[in-house]
Nanobody, 127 residues
Framework: VQLQASGGGSVQTGSSLRLSCSGS????????IGWFRQAPGKQREGVSC?????????YYAESVRGRFTISRDNGERTVYLQMNDLKPEDAAVYFC????????????????????WGKGTLVTVSS
């Protein structure tokens, strides 16, 4: 089982990037996919989540709501994170993670809820 995040880069404030999360070794469509980020010296934080296919709800951290959009291409087995109007505080290593089920009462933002993690992709934003 492998996840791979890609699409990071170095951009200026106000720019856009699209991150991709692809999976192999399992059926990506059967999993909820979350995007997390971790800046130097900070805890990993949940950015967005595309829930299980039978729900298809999307969730966003308040800090990115209205600027980031998560989407899913079932045919390509890829989940995207479109990031617009990037700010310096968005700079971090971004990870995607997958889980088949959330614990009752838990939050999509909780990293321990996710079974599989991919290597991160670095996003830097200069002012």
């Amino acid at each position: 089982v492998q996840l791979q995040a890609s699409g990071g880069g170095s951009v200026q404030t106000g720019s856009s990037l699209r991150l991709s999360c692809s999976g192999s070794g399992f059926t990506l469509n059967d999993y909820a996919i979350g995007w997390f980020r971790q800046a130097p010296g900070k805890q990993r934080e949940g950015v967005s989540c595309f829930s299980l296919p039978d729900d298809s709800s999307t969730y966003y951290a308040e800090s990115v709501r209205g600027r980031f959009t998560i989407s899913r291409d079932n045919g390509e087995r890829t989940v995207y994170l479109q990031m617009n109007d990037l700010k310096p505080e968005d700079a971090a290593v971004y990870f995607c993670a997958a889980t088949k089920i959330f614990s009752y009462g838990s939050s999509w933002k909780n990293p321990i809820e996710y079974e599989y993690w991919g290597k991160g992709t670095l996003v830097t934003v200069s002012s």
